[in-house]
């Protein structure tokens, strides 16, 4: 046996205890070390059932994500779950905390499942871009059906053991927070009452509505072709479970093998691994020691409460923290605070809540006129308008009224955080908190340190980040931070290629066909194009005289083409929501082409792609020269949660280090043949491509 795996015995009842903190997976010294210890639990004649737990705070959490991509390392889960199920003595699984993917495949080898109330179950792999592959796709629909086994499988959702216990997946939910003294106590059950159940691979009652009735595979592949667009492991998932149906159980096994062995092999699954550990990555920063306290935080304030303000409070009320919010008018007040009781009202109607829990989060709010309503805030974030004067006049006053040690964050898109830091006693206080719009439901929070931004204050935005549920990501201070600056440049190359050929439809489509929900377009019109028109006009001061501008978006502005909002933008909405081409805004394109006498030319999807992604990773590289960011990663999960890259590519830094820093120089080299003032490769890149070297190199090598 393994150190990860230990054999004990109490009375009659053979105990498999899995000891691998943090979560149990399932790598290989611990499937090696299950496989002994179900092979000394058969050769001990005094143990009559064999329990097998997890030690710490959760059973199994599936396979370890870190040996994915490398050799496989014997013996498989796959066989190891096969030996549990054969062994001749009954086998229980004690299941507390979540058992997922590989974890639950283990429990589903077993013959009996109990688990302690609160824990959940789960096949979460198509997260991860693979499929189960340890018998997760055959025996689920065994014991829950197809029906049930299809849909946790292709959300992957974690599902309460209250529910599991309905579906069959497991036989036992118990009170109790000692899972071994919870396992011990069925296993008795086992022996006194001598319960029996059959392997769940000799079950095969539920897959008969699925033999009868075969138009649930076509119909769940219809639906993930929407739901899951561009994504493969959902599809196989499905391929795997109608195997279940079709074939004997070993056979179905080795199908589900192949398939899984497809997911492992393609950049989906690379994608959504970067992902996953990028996620828990960006929250551990570089050079800050784990000693650096996180300053206590059980009152916030807010400062302004339109758009971004109202979405703020309601982040802080969701994690149960009171919130004050501060307006310059009652009417302003009111209205803020009237958008965040109808947001609540909306997903109560929605079953969300119930209106008790409804006036509970209302009642976390404090609406104020005075400033001086801060005082007790331990962290006020500001979100008035974006305008210098404006808010160095808040930080202020903000200076004068908040308590010593509050953390003091501004919400700003553009504006430098040092300037605004200066006017404070305590700019060590002072930092970005930038949330992404709507607030309440978008994932990324950039935390923008500011030159004299304290270590601890840092620590506890991140801190509140995470409490909010956020991806919190550190940036520097620039204009724009690491998501709009590299946002605004490849902006400026889809505006170029519009005026150079393309329309908006068409450079939508190849965003979109690369797996971004929206196109760039579309999604202006949902934001708004008024609010890019301000910021031009206010650059229009410091915009080089020589600079090539591209006037099309001022030209819709001027006709009153604001977006959704107002009907037509950069496309016409009938039904208020859905993008139709508009040859109107054509006409105009065109115009403006021919104004500067540009010969418009076809772009196809793949250079406009090429395009846009060479923009982001470009811009990124100055970036992350620049230390604005401080690695790959940080502008990766940037681009996942803050702008809908797709998942499954990784993130910008990933794309181009899978693709080679050496063809995407080639291609900006290609471009600035054409335009040479625009597409200046970024010295970092040249000299990584020149290496041979990934930027994920040359940031672990740091
Ligand atoms: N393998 C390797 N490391 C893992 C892991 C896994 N399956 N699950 C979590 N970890 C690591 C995390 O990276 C993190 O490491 P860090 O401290 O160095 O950053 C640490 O364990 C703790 O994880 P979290 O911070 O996520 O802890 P939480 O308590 O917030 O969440 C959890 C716990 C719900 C278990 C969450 O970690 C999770 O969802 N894990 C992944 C579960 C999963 O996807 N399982 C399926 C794996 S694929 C599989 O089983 C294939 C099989 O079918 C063959
Ligand atoms: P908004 O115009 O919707 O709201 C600003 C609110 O601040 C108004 O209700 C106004 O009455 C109030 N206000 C102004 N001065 C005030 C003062 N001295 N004291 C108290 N309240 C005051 O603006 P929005 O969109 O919410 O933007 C706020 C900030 O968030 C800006 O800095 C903006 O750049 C930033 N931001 C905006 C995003 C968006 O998509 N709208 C996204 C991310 C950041």
Redesign the pocket.
Known sequence: MTDAVRYSREGAIGLIEVVNP??N??GQAVRAGISAAIRQGIADPDAKVLVIYGEG??FM??????EFGKPPMPPI?GEVINEIEACPKPTVAAIH??A????L?TALGCRFRVALKGSKVG???V??G?????G?TQRLPRVAGVANALEMITSGR?VPVEEALTLGIVDAVVDGTDVKAAGIAFARRVVDEGLDAPAVRDRDDKLAAARADRSIFEETRRKLARSMRGRMSPQKAVDAVEAAVDLAIDQGLKREREL?TECMESSQRAGLVHA??GE??VA?VPGMSKDVPVRPVKKAAVIGAGTMGGGIAMCFANAGIPVTVVETSQEALDRGLGRVRNNYDISARRGRYTPEQVDGLMALFTPALDLAAVAEADIVIEAVFESMDVKKEVFRKLDAVAKPGAVLATNTSYLDVDEIAAVTSRPADVLGMHFFSPANVMKLLEVVRGAKTADDALKTALEIGRKLGKVAVVAGVCDGFIGNRMLKTYKTQMDYVMEDGALPQEIDAAITGFGFPMGLYAMGDLAGLDIGYMTRRREDATRPADARYVAIADRLYELGRLGQKTGAGWYRYEDGRTPIPDPEVEAIILEESGKKGINRRAFGADEILTRALCALVNEGAKVLAEGIALRPVDIDMVWLFGYGFPAYEGGPMFWADRRGLDKVLADIRGFADHDPKSWQPAPLLVELAEAGRTFKEWSDAR
């Open positions: 943090p979560v997976a399932l705070r959760t959490a599936g396979a370890d994500i870190r889960l905390g979540t997922l993917g590989g974890g495949e096949l979460p792999e997260k991860l693979i499929i189960p592959g340890a997760g974690h899984i996953f550990f828990r990555e551990k």
